[in-house]
């Protein structure tokens, strides 16, 4: 994940102070951003340090002093940040730019820490507000009831109406792909961005996915393929047709897809008898740690691979640069559901089969 979209997902857990207040007027400069913060109830020396963007780490940044601590830097471009005071949650995220911003508030009250200063943080908190109620949708293979996703959509839409021209707004078009995998309305929003804003770091990602999304869009049809199962026998995927079949790219070697596979048990265990079944797609190249997986997690459906891994040939076709990633296929083999995981896998299975 690149850049500040990192810390988008990885906001909903760890765990954040939620701004209150509203930002005055910004004096954005050329000349960078000062950010002077007051936050009382800190012992002299407390590290106030940035969530790296890239890879999660807290970097110190400066120390607390009486209460007090200031950082100077300059932006390209208005940034999300995520401001942690010590060396533990909650953290603050703030979406700066070139100003002079204040940060006041006490550590037993963090939640109502009030940030001045920074128009992009003012427009950040908006959204952030009106989207909190839904924030747990956005957790890796969350429930996601149509109400909530409809919500979520309206929302996202109506803020990316309002600023056009705001930093934040390709947040919100993230969380509607996040949400419902909308791509027709997210794609209709972000043409109504200005310039800027899709040429921001965060606009160029949501173009990317945008490009990815409409590869295989839900409600296209699956190009047929061919891969040797385990016993070296072809199989088309064509020859499940009748069924719905979730296609399920992992490898032996993948922590995230084995920690999943769990769940993908436990959903073939409950449907496989209602019309339902599995076909992995292994991005192994050693055999025999593709089969020893496979034993392992009591993979009990048909699990093919021509053992190239990353340049398996079933993933290029569907454009998989990573993994554990999924694609619902209903009967008539046409794509219904796209990275089902967790307790959304079986939600669906219950909403298409019971």
Request: net charge neutral.
């Amino acid at each position: 994940m690149k850049k500040i979209v990192y810390l988008l997902f990885l906001l909903p857990f760890f765990g954040y102070a939620q701004i209150n207040g509203t930002a005055q007027t910004s004096s954005t400069s050329n000349d960078g951003y000062e950010i002077d913060g007051n936050i009382t109830g800190y012992d002299d020396s407390t590290a106030v340090s940035y969530l790296n963007q890239q890879t999660g780490v807290l970097e110190k940044q400066t120390i607390i002093v009486k209460g007090k601590f200031t950082i100077k830097g300059n932006l390209a471009e208005p940034s999300l940040i995520v401001l942690v005071l010590g060396d533990k949650p909650p953290a603050i995220p703030l979406f700066i730019d070139n100003s002079k911003i204040t940060i006041t508030g006490d550590k037993s009250d963090l939640d109502n820490v009030s940030v001045k200063g920074s128009k992009t943080q003012d427009q950040f908190a908006e959204y952030s507000k009106n989207i909190k109620p839904y924030e747990a949708m956005f957790a890796e293979g969350a429930v996601k009831d149509p109400a909530s996703v409809a919500q979520v959509e309206k929302i996202s839409g109506d803020f990316v109406k309002k600023y056009p021209s705001s930093y934040v707004s390709p947040i919100a078009i993230i969380r509607i792909l996040q949400s419902s995998g909308n791509t027709v309305e997210a794609d209709k929003l972000f043409s109504s961005l200005s310039s800027d804003i899709k040429n921001s770091s965060l606009g160029k990602y949501v173009d990317q996915e945008l490009a990815v999304a409409k590869i295989n869009p839900l409600g296209s049809k699956v190009t047929d393929f061919a891969q040797n199962d385990t016993a070296g026998k072809t199989v088309k995927i064509s020859s499940f047709r009748g069924k719905y079949v979730l296609i399920d790219f992992w490898a032996s070697w993948c922590g995230p897809c084995r920690r999943e596979n769990p769940n993908v048990v436990a959903a073939y265990k409950k449907y496989h008898d209602k019309n339902f079944t599995i076909l992995g797609v292994s991005l192994d190249q050693a055999k025999q740690a593709w089969l020893t997986a496979i034993k392992a997690d009591g993979l009990a459906w048909t699990q093919v691979s021509d053992l190239k891994g990353w340049g398996n040939e079933v993933a290029g076709l569907f454009h998989v640069t990573s993994i554990p990633q999924n694609l619902l296929i209903g009967p008539d083999g046409k794509i219904v559901a796209k990275n089902l995981r967790g307790e959304a896998l079986e939600q669906k299975l219950g909403e298409l089969l019971n």
